[in-house]
């Protein structure tokens, strides 16, 4: 519908004097798929514009220099009472992968450890129970995705990393789950080790930081932190792992 609209200038124009007659401001847009978030934004502009496009249908026959074609493609694309009904249900699953796109894409905090907490939020998202049938077999589709690409082997060099990230920053800290912690700890102390005895001169000759130059640099950043809310950890912690031990 969207490639339709704006593929034709007399489409595009009437889009424009309604949404302008009714207050609405922007313009249909098109997802991109190099672009994250592209294909959320678009539904998001889609459903804002739902009231201008049922008033242009209403006008589609009174459209001066439309042809026949034209309108019978537009027609072919018109979306139901139920059509919008999905829309709504997509766009609210995809709101949640939105948000943690931009969480993970920060800038004034550190983000590594903030995946594991992205990670632990829409897995809980995913498994979460609906009323809602179409959210429901949205998130069963999504949650065959998810376990494919963002399921590591503890094993791996990237979760070692992120659990490693997770278990030294304050606010992601407390969320490890009891095993996430030992991969983690036992990361850490073997790259001490080994950067040690690679480098034993260079650790050996590091200066020591003072004490109100350490009290400057957790309140900057305390400052920077991401709150649990800020991560969707609005749930109790053991739920996200039922069955998974915690660290107490």
């Given at each position: 519908m969207i490639t339709t609209i704006r593929k034709s200038s007399i489409l595009h124009d009437a889009i424009r004097t309604i949404a302008h007659s009714l207050s609405i401001d922007g313009d249909l847009i098109l997802d991109m798929r190099i672009r994250w978030n592209s294909s959320y934004n678009m539904l998001c502009r889609l459903l804002l514009f739902q009231s201008v496009l049922d008033e242009l249908y209403v006008q589609v026959d009174s459209l001066s220099g439309l042809t026949k074609r034209q309108q019978a493609k537009l027609m072919g694309v018109h979306l139901s009472n139920n059509d919008w009904s999905l829309l709504q249900s997509l766009r609210y699953v995809l709101e949640r992968f939105s948000d943690a796109t931009e969480l993970v894409s920060g800038k004034n905090y550190p983000t590594l450890s903030i995946a594991y907490a992205v990670k632990l939020s829409l897995h809980h998202f995913?498994?979460?129970?609906?009323?809602?049938?179409?959210?429901?077999?949205?998130?069963?589709?999504?949650?065959?995705?998810?376990?494919?690409?963002?399921?590591?082997?503890?094993?791996?060099?990237?979760?070692?990393?992120?659990?490693?990230?997770?278990?030294?920053?304050?606010?992601?800290?407390d969320i490890l789950k009891r095993e996430d912690r030992k991969v983690?700890?036992?990361?850490?102390?073997?790259?001490?080790?080994?950067?040690?005895?690679?480098?034993?001169?260079?650790?050996?000759?590091?200066p020591m930081t003072t004490v109100a130059g350490d009290t400057e640099e957790l309140e900057r950043n305390d400052s920077l932190a991401i709150t649990k809310d800020e991560m969707y950890l609005d749930f109790p912690i053991d739920e996200a792992f039922e069955g998974e031990d915690l660290e107490p």
């Open positions: 995913l498994n979460d129970l609906t009323s809602d049938n179409n959210v429901r077999i949205m998130k069963q589709m999504l949650q065959v995705e998810f376990d494919q690409y963002m399921t590591l082997p503890l094993d791996a060099v990237e979760a070692n990393i992120i659990n490693a990230a997770a278990l030294l920053d304050p606010s992601t800290h983690a700890e036992k990361f850490l102390v073997l790259e001490a080790k080994r950067r040690l005895k690679d480098n034993p001169i260079e650790y050996k000759s590091m």
